[in-house]
T-cell receptor, first 113, second 117 residues
Framework: GENVEQHPSTLSVQEGDSAVIKCTYS??????FPWYKQELGKRPQLIID?????GEKKDQRIAVTLNKTAKHFSLHITETQPEDSAVYFC????????????FGAGTRLFVKA | GAVVSQHPSWVICKSGTSVKIECRSL??????MFWYRQFPKQSLMLMAT?????????EQGVEKDKFLINHASLTLSTLTVTSAHPEDSSFYIC?????????????FGPGTRLTVT
């Protein structure tokens, strides 16, 4: 079945450095790729998303890239801050077929001050 | 923005009893809602897709009779955990998809922490 792999599972960076989280998906029909940030005990929050007709999208310190051929997509956070510390989930979904969203296993990001 | 509420935020129940969790889209209509289960430090596991006015679609391995889902209106879906057991203790999160032809965004509720004693 559909699968989304996410790496690394844990990432520790120094404040001000960049953080990169990578995901691969198995279903080539996937056409929507959101990223969620989840702080401890709270709901996942959509932070950025990208559709399959776009290769890159940026929103301030956050950017996402998509390589449809390789079925890879990545989240890039620049100038990290302690408040960026959280668990980040990538996901892949497609219209139709019940619009199922498949989540990656998550990356626990620690930003050290 | 789209807001999804969930009630209760936490519940403790005795083994063998049933618990109902509500998921509401507050400022938009949601033809489709999703129910997830999340174990500590793990990802979101999709349990079922709830479609307004029709039966829910359950993922493989999720017992339909155990986890009853009702999507009675465009703003409300409920999950009832029947005959709960300690192994059902978990964090249950719903999400709703904004119903437009071009929007794929999903918004999550705050979650319900269920503890079965």
């Amino acid at each position: 079945g559909e699968n989304v792999e996410q790496h690394p599972s844990t990432l520790s960076v120094q404040e001000g450095d960049s953080a990169v989280i990578k995901c691969t998906y198995s279903d080539s029909a996937s056409n929507y790729f959101p990223w969620y940030k989840q702080e401890l005990g709270k709901r996942p929050q959509l932070i950025i998303d990208i559709r399959s007709n776009v290769g890159e999208k940026k929103d301030q310190r956050i950017a996402v890239t998509l390589n449809k051929t390789a079925k890879h997509f990545s989240l890039h956070i620049t100038e990290t801050q302690p408040e960026d510390s959280a668990v980040y989930f990538c996901a892949a979904s497609k219209e139709g077929g019940g619009f199922k969203t498949i989540f990656g296993a998550g990356t626990r990001l620690f930003v050290k001050a | 923005g789209a807001v999804v509420s969930q009630h209760p935020s936490w519940v403790i129940c005795k083994s063998g009893t049933s618990v109902k969790i509500e998921c509401r889209s507050l400022d938009f209509q949601a033809t489709t809602m999703f129910w997830y289960r999340q174990f500590p430090k793990q990802s979101l596991m999709l349990m079922a897709t709830s479609n307004e006015g029709s039966k829910a679609t359950y993922e493989q391995g999720v017992e339909k009779d155990k986890f009853l889902i009702n999507h009675a209106s465009l703003t409300l879906s409920t999950l009832t955990v029947t005959s709960a057991h300690p192994e059902d203790s978990s964090f249950y999160i719903c999400s709703a998809r904004v119903s437009t032809t071009v929007s794929y965004e999903q918004y999550f509720g705050p979650g319900t922490r269920l503890t079965v004693t």
